[in-house]
């Protein structure tokens, strides 16, 4: 469904990204996950186009990213930023004048079921309201591949609750979404595959099934066999199994193999 390879790109000489690849499938959630300044948003914002890569390429249902596709995706920034003075009944009327898979059923049903007021401006809503406002609205264009940049954050339970439902439900109708996020916790809910960026690379990328499958933890000590150490999780050590499947270690949450790759060597 989405292919981005290779992508790079630098700020003011500072290699913000370096060949930067991983695919989406069809149907599944795709989490973006790394710590502050990792490159997330730049990844993001390459994809969409908002800003030029300097190398690579991102690929969309077999075609590049032009303005026919982009019709195809729907995003909700990290800063959720509104336009100024704009109700939700205006959003309304944007959204579906320029997504032409515009799902007015859907709309409507989401606005009642979370009691949006569509004459109110959409900056004075409060950040939950908004975030889950902008996550509908992205959600009833229909689009082929959702891309929501940090879509929890500040976000009290309730509301984050609310916004993992929804791109969960999207998913099992086969669309795809890219979600980037710190929140491993919440991920390991939700989530179908990954990829961990740090410093800009891909440090792994894989279903979340399939890494837990390769990997074991280890206590410190114990014989680890053959296999890849990949780096400290607590008092244990993340280990990639290779070769036969040793009986040893305990398989991995999907927090340890994240914090495993980022502690590990780089
Ligand atoms: N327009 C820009 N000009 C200069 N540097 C930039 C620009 N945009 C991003 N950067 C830098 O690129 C790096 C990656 O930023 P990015 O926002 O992609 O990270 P992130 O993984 O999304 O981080 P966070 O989790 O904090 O949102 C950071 O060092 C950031 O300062």
């Not at 469904?1 to 599944?28: E, P, T």
């Not at 944007?94 to 409507?108: C, R």
């Not at 500040?154 to 509301?159: F, K, M, N, Q, R």
């Not at 890494?211 to 280990?239: C, M, N, P, Q, Y």
Request: glycine fraction near 8%; proline fraction near 2%; include cysteine.
């Amino acid at each position: 469904m989405l292919s981005v390879r290779k992508i790079s790109k630098r700020f003011n000489n500072k290699q913000v990204l370096a060949d930067v690849s991983f695919d989406v499938k069809k149907g599944s959630i795709f989490a973006l996950i790394g710590p502050n300044g990792a490159g997330k948003t730049t990844t993001i914002r390459c994809i969409l186009k908002a800003i030029d890569a300097d190398s690579g390429i991102v690929e969309f249902m077999g075609e590049k990213i032009n303005a026919v596709t982009k019709q195809k995706i729907a995003a909700v920034s990290e800063d959720r930023q509104v336009f100024r003075n704009f109700t939700a009944y205006d959003y309304e009327r944007l959204y579906s004048s320029v997504y032409p898979q515009w799902d007015g059923e859907v709309f409507n049903r989401l606005v009642a079921k979370y009691n949006f007021d569509l004459s109110q401006r959409v900056e004075t809503y409060s950040i939950g309201m908004k975030t889950l406002f902008l996550v509908v609205l992205a959600i009833s264009t229909n689009a082929e591949l959702l891309i929501l940049d940090e879509p929890t954050q500040h976000l009290d339970p309730t509301v984050r609750y609310e916004v993992m439902r929804l791109i969960k439900e999207y998913a099992s109708s086969g669309k795809s979404c890219i979600v980037s996020s710190h929140e491993m916790f919440e991920l390991e809910e939700y989530a179908t595959e990954f990829a961990i960026i740090n410093a800009g690379k891909v440090i792994y990328t894989d279903s979340i099934d399939s890494a837990k499958e390769k990997h074991r933890v280890f206590r410190a000590g114990e014989s680890i066999g053959t296999g890849d150490i990949i780096g400290i999780v607590g008092d244990e050590i993340l280990v990639r199994v290779s070769g036969e499947v040793t009986e040893s270690g305990r398989f991995p949450k999907f927090q340890e193999i994240v914090v495993g790759y980022l502690t590990g060597k780089k």
